[in-house]
Every structure is written in C-alpha cells, then in structure tokens.
C-alpha cells in the first residue's frame, strides 16, 4: 500500500473566523500589549487587536483551530478577566461600553470618596498640632495602612499580578511608588535612629490624586462611548406578535423582540420603534428614519414599503411582515459596523503601541538608576539639594523621592487612550450622521487622501434609469413593444439598475412578457437567457461586438442617444442585431455641488464609467467635469486598474455601489459606499454612508481629518508629557532651580495627563453637535 504524503495547506490560504472578547482589568497601553501578546501565543490566532477605552479584544484565528471560551478563560488566568461576546449578548445592556464605564465610574466614586475622607484626616493632623493624636505619627501610620488596604488595594493587587505575569502596567508603577513611601517612613517610624523623615501622607494623596483621575477619566470614556450605547439603546425590547391564523381584530402577544422570526407578522403602534426589519403589510404611516439617514422628516410608508428596525413609526397602525432579525438587520449591521470600527486600531498608534511594550520597564529602570545617582552621586555633586525643603532630607530619602516620583509620574495611560478614544467619539458622531467609518486605518487613509474617483451608474445618478428610446431592427419586422418586451423578459432574471428601468417601462405599457429561462448575468456587460426558444442577449455594443453580432455600420442613432447623456443598451436576437435601447438615469441631487465642495477642501475629482465616451461627456459637463476627470469605456475588471495607476501619483478614495465596484473599492486606499449599494461593496469599502447622499462624503472627510487631528495632538501630548515629566521628576531642574516633585504632585499630574487626552477628544463634538 502506497502512502501519498499529503500537501500542507498554505497558512495564508487557511479560511480564518473571528471573535470578539469583553476584557476587563485594562488599565494602560502596557495592558494592551499584554493582552494581545497573550492572544497572539496562542495557537491557530493570527491576529489580535485589544482596545483600552472599549474593552474589547478582536481575535482572527484560523477557522476550527480556536476555543473561544478557552481563550477567554486563559486571559482571565493572567490577570485580565475575559468573556466570549455572542450576538445573542450584543445588545445585553449589561454588557454594553456604557453599563461597564458607569459600573467603574461607580467603584472609583466609593474607593474616591474613602481616600478623600483619609486625605481629609490627614490634612487635619497637621493643622491640629494641640490635638496630640490627630498630630502623631501614629495615626498617619494608620491612615497610611487604611489607604493601602481599602481604596489602594485593587490598584496593588493589579499592579503585583501584573508583575508576577511579566506584564507590568500602570498599577505596577503606582503600587511601587506607595508601597516605597509607606515602607520609607514605617522604616522612619519604629527605627528613629536612621534620622529619616516620616511621610504618611504621600501614599494617602497619591492614591487620592490617582483615584480622582480614574473618577475623571471614566466619566469622560463613558461620555465617549455613548453614541454606541445610544445606538444600542434603540433596539426594542418588546414586539408585538400577531398569532398564525388570527384575526385583525385579535390582540397580539407581546414577546421579546429578540424572539421574533423571519416572516412573523408584527403589529407597530404610533410612538414606537419598529423592533425588525420588515415589510408593510397593512396599513399608511409615517416614520421617522433620522437614525439611518440623519434626514428627520417623516417618510410615507404602505402596503409594500420596507421599514428599518429602530426607526419610529410616527402616525399610523402599521401591520409588518420580518423579514431581518437580530443582528441581520440595518440597526443591527450599524451597530457591528461601529464595534469593529471602534476595535480596528490606526496605523498611527503602531508606534504608541511599539513604546508601551516596553514603557514599565523602562520607566522601573530610569526609577532605579535615578535612585542610585542621587544616592552615590548626586548628592556629592550638589549637597544643597539636601536643605531644599522645609526639613533636610537625608541622601537616601532625597533619592528615594525622587525614585517614587519618577515611578508614578510616568504615564502609559495617556499612550494606549490617545487614539481609541478619538476613534471611539470619532466613529460614534459618524454613526448618528449616517456615516459608517470602519476604525483607525480608514480614518488615517481618508485624513490622507488627494483624489476622489466616483463610479457612475448609481453612484453620481439616482441609479433608477428610465427608458427613454426603444428602436428596433427595421430587418426584424418587430415593433418597439416586442423589443421591449423581450428585453424585459430577459431582464426578469437580474436586478440592476438598468434592468429595473426595462421592466418598469413593460409595466408602464401594460405588456405581456413572453417566457424566458436559462439566465446569465455576465456583471458589467450585459445579460442573456432563452426566451421562447431563441437565445436573447442585452448589453453594451462592445460586448456584443465581442459575441460575433454584428451591429449595424451607421451609428448615427447611438451617438445621438450617447451625446443625450443616455446609456445605449444593444439587443440580439439568435446572434444578430435586434435593436437599441436608451435609458437615463438622472443624476443625485447636491451631485455638481458635491464635486465642487471637494474642490474646495483641496482634491482632485475623477468619474469612471463604462459608457461611451461620448454618454460619459454629456453626463460629465451637466456635473462640471473636464475631459481629464472622466475616464469612459472602463471595463468592469480595469477599474481597479484605473485606480491602481491614479495611486502612482496619488492617495485615492473610490465611491462605488455595484458588484463590480468591488475591486476598485478594495484596490482603493479608502472605499466609500453608499447604503444602497450591493453586500459586496458595503463589505468591501471602508466607509459606508447610510444616509445615501453624496452631500455625506465632503462631511465624513472633514470628520476623518478632524478625527485623525485629535489623534496626532493626543500622541504628540502623551509622547511630550513623558518626555518633559519624567526628567523633570528625576530631579534635572533640581540642582540649578530648586524643583523638587513629590510622589503625590507627581501622581497629580499623571491623573491629569490622561484626562486630558480622554477630554481633548471629546472636545471634537463641540464641532459635530448631533
């Protein structure tokens, strides 16, 4: 028996899934760095992206070769308490950014409002020098060791466990530097002889300043995640349930709305929002689509008309057929558009995250070597450093001192906030806008981008044609309803925009299409299927050129219906000529003032399309476009080599809606999409607008530059503060300016550094009210 070795599948042709983790215990960049690095060694994960401000850990893994609650388990075991995010949780207000920030907002008031009470006490012993126990060292000791063990003792445990993982954070250097001062001055207690001065109240204002700023930070990430939480919170929880086999006067059942399955019939009352997606199957309303389209006039709907879930059924008593539950539906796809958008990291922040890795370490060992230098060094070199104060310090309490202020003063916080939480506000004021950014790479790509290429058919017109012309081959004896009957019978079998303009127009004209079968669709070119046994086919002229059908030599009558502005659609019969159809399609309102708003903010305009020239030239002079910004006759397969050759020269943003968009938009350095457009383009692209208007593009530009602004000024500010801060702890200004920090100014100013980054982004929507 011959044993045929089998070939190893290519890593990078394995089908990869991914997963979302809920991870708590994050408290700075080096927790980040932690927690991915765990991921990452873990076999069969390929990638991991661990956000601070969310929570949240997106891993890509290779299908089949990961336990998700296995991982989750594994994390927890190293200090970061995990859980597997399920769609059935997603909208589990329990688990949602909000509900997490307002728990942790919560434990930082109370472990705040004890420290703020020790604080209090120990600023009262030293006013009180009469009051003989309030004034002794005795009872700082015992504020001191109340501090450790109540409001201090997370932040210690945290800080030890990471070390003992080898995963050092912010908590490491906070419970470092307090543990050192209450050790110091236990020391100075019971050992007097060492003439070391007692300090009790650093370690209390320490974790007083640092509690404070957790208070601060977490009421700012909370404002931050709210448009996510806003979205969630517009998920019904109640639907009301019309039983199989019931009359329309019949109460319905009220269910849980996530209990409702596809082709369930619901009943909507005024005042509510529709729980599903569906469809209208009894009864006029209006409704109220601000959520998705950022439009707030009321919408008509009847029998027929689709409504979104989330949106509010403003008038009428609306009866509706699901047809999308859960997280299938619009609302639900927005939702997870923005998590993943909020997880998905700016290329930016690859250089935060390469310090943060090793920041702790860092700051520990600039710790230690400031301590030595003082102690074997400094000192010697300038010894009137010893008197600066109100009492003289002792060499080796000058260095420790100084040791405990560099340990504490550092801030990797402010590294690992800087862009998640502008991405988070960022993404989160584009989502109420109806403009979906998906994470930090789009944003970085659009800040960047030079030119701006639109698609066409459906992009820059209102993709809803209309046929205007119908000729037929005087040859074939056939009348122009034939001709469009048969064209519309063939076009039973797609749904583009061309094809719908086809059959509205044989609906219009009340025709009886014949029989057709045996569909093609050839994306891009044009269609075919046998209709009463002949074979039909509908495309471009050059396509069927390229079919062998001969098409007529005069072209008169297409260079007419081209220089109209309107699309020529070529029609044969058993492989000869059977005639032309012409079709417009009217372009978007705001589409000349959009070009030109893009002008304004400094980029080029391109259109790409694969009409003739001379339909692409009619179209491009009613938008204000020169012959150098269209490009016509682009086959569907080179567009993305259009684009391709544009970024020789150029970042380029794609606007597309099709199928064969597709690979123009991926080619593209950022796709944008519109709500309209195809699955494939919407995936494709890296920012969807829901709203469906051109006039959203110059606002998600403007909001991606402001966006990526706040995230060059966060880092530029968290790179700055360490630079500047940590020296001047270390005691650089000392010997000449007589600036000496404590530990607790130190701690005061690391709280302030990450509130300020976490505020600094929110201030971007004071320029996008919503």
């Known amino acids: 028996m011959q044993v045929v070795p089998q070939t190893p599948v290519p890593q990078d042709s394995m089908p990869l899934e991914t997963l979302t983790l809920d991870v708590t215990g994050m408290k700075c960049a080096g927790c980040v760095q932690a927690v991915e690095r765990q991921l990452i060694q873990q076999p069969g994960v390929r990638s991991a992206c661990v956000n601070l401000v969310t929570a949240v850990a997106a891993v890509e893994y290779e299908s089949g070769a990961v336990n998700g609650t296995q991982l989750a388990e594994k994390l927890t075991e190293s200090g970061f308490p995990s859980q597997l995010r399920s769609p059935e949780n997603l909208g589990n207000s329990s688990l949602s950014p909000q509900h997490r920030y307002q728990q942790e907002l919560k434990a930082h008031q109370k472990e705040l409002a004890i420290a703020a009470s020790l604080l209090l006490l120990s600023f009262t012993g030293h006013g009180f020098h009469d009051l003989p126990l309030l004034s002794s060292m005795a009872f700082h000791w015992g504020l001191a060791t109340l501090a450790l063990l109540f409001p201090g003792r997370n932040i210690i445990i945290e800080g030890a466990r990471g070390l003992w993982n ?30 070391w001065e007692c300090f009790f109240d650093e370690p209390v204002m320490l974790l007083g300043f640092i509690l404070l700023g957790r208070t601060l930070e977490a009421r700012a990430r909370s404002q931050a995640a709210a448009d996510l939480s806003a979205l969630l919170a517009l998920q019904p929880k109640r639907a009301h349930l ?35 997606d569906g469809r209208v199957v009894g009864g006029e309303t209006t409704v109220n689509e601000s959520m998705i389209t950022g439009e707030a006039i009321p919408v008509p709907k009847q029998a027929g008309d689709l409504v979104s879930a989330g949106t509010v059924n403003d008038s009428g008593l609306i009866t509706l057929e699901t047809t999308r539950i859960g997280s299938d539906t619009t609302l639900g796809q927005i939702i997870q558009w923005v998590e993943n958008a909020q997880t998905r990291k700016a290329p930016i922040q690859q250089l935060a995250d390469t310090v943060a890795g090793y920041f702790v370490y860092g700051i520990m060992t600039i710790a230690t070597l400031t301590f030595l230098f003082w102690e074997l060094l400094g000192v010697q070199l300038w010894p009137h450093v010893l008197a600066i104060g109100e009492t003289p310090y002792s060499p080796v309490l000058l260095s420790l001192k100084l040791a405990i202020a560099v340990l504490v003063i550092a801030c990797p916080c402010a590294l690992g906030l800087a862009t998640p939480t502008a991405i988070l506000v960022g993404t989160g004021i584009g989502a109420k806008q109806g403009i979906l950014i998906k994470g930090g790479q789009a944003l970085q790509q659009l800040n960047a981008i030079d030119v701006i290429s639109f698609d066409k058919t459906g992009t820059l017109t209102q993709g809803s044609p209309v046929v205007t012309d119908c000729i037929p081959n005087p040859a074939l004896g056939w009348s122009s309803d034939r001709l469009l009957g048969t064209a519309a019978a063939v076009e039973q079998g797609t749904n583009h925009p061309l094809a719908r303009a086809i059959l509205d127009a044989a609906q219009k004209q009340e025709l009886t299409l014949p029989s057709a079968e045996s569909f093609q669709t050839f994306p891009g070119y044009g269609v075919q299927a046998w209709v009463e046994q002949q074979r039909v086919q509908l495309g471009t002229p050059e396509w069927l050129a390229q079919q062998d059908v001969i098409l007529p030599a005069n072209t008169e009558e297409i260079d007419q219906l081209a220089q109209e502005g309107k699309t020529v659609v070529a029609i044969a019969l058993n492989g000869q000529w059977a005639g032309w159809l012409g079709i417009i399609d009217p372009l978007r309102p705001q589409a000349r003032e959009t070009l030109e708003t893009l002008r304004q903010m400094g980029l080029s305009v391109m259109m790409l399309t694969g009409d003739r020239q001379a339909t692409a030239h009619a179209v491009g002079e009613k938008l204000g476009l020169s012959q150098d910004e269209i490009q016509a006759e682009v086959k569907p397969e080179a567009k993305a080599e259009a684009i391709a050759r544009l970024q020789k020269s150029a970042r380029v943003a794609m606007v597309g809606d099709g199928i064969n968009d597709g690979p123009a938009l991926a080619q593209a350095d950022v796709g944008i999409a519109l709500q309209s457009a195809t699955e494939v383009a919407m995936d494709t692209a890296q920012l969807v607008l829901i709203g469906d208007r051109l006039a959203d593009i110059p606002h998600a530009i403007a909001l991606g530059r402001d966006t990526f602004s706040k995230i060059r000024q966060n880092l530029f500010w968290a790179f700055a503060y360490n630079i500047l801060a940590i020296p001047l702890a270390a005691g650089v200004f000392l010997p000449q300016f007589g600036i000496l920090l404590s530990p607790a100014t130190a701690g005061a100013f690391m709280a302030f550094s990450s509130v300020s980054v976490v505020t600094n982004s929110l201030l971007l929507r004071r320029r996008y009210p919503t």
């Open 166 to 195: 080898n995963s050092p954070n912010m908590n490491s250097l906070v419970g470092l530097g307090a543990i050192a001062a209450y050790t110091t001055s236990t020391i100075a207690l019971l050992v007097p002889q060492t003439g």
């Open 242 to 276: 019309i039983p199989v086999g019931s009359t329309p006067d019949e109460t319905p059942v009220d269910i849980a709305a996530e209990t409702v399955k596809v082709g369930e019939w619901l009943r909507v009352l005024p005042g509510e929002r529709f729980p599903v």
